[in-house]
């Protein structure tokens, strides 16, 4: 390794933004398992999977609506 490293022509990361952050969620067991039965089928990992889904939601402004039965 050198003693020292010249950053002077350095850029930043232009997918900074996409980055990723690890979070805790709890999820009921039947919504896992569909995510993981869906990903088994399309061949993505069903973390990606969630979020996929979940960015398309932000990405068309989807608004929760909520109906007790």
């Keep these: 390794m050198r003693e ?3 950053f002077s022509n350095a850029r930043k990361n232009p997918y900074a933004k996409q980055l990723k952050k690890q979070i ?4 009921d067991e039947n919504t ?6 869906q ?3 399309v061949g993505i990992p069903y973390q990606t999977l969630i979020n996929l889904y ?3 939601c932000v990405v068309n402004n989807r ?7």
């Design 63 to 69: 608004q929760l609506t909520m109906s007790w039965n």
């Design 39 to 41: 990903s088994e089928s």
């Design 54 to 56: 979940l960015r398309d």
């Design 4 to 6: 020292e490293y010249d």
């Design 32 to 37: 896992l398992e569909y995510f993981k039965n």
């Design 24 to 27: 805790t969620i709890n999820l």
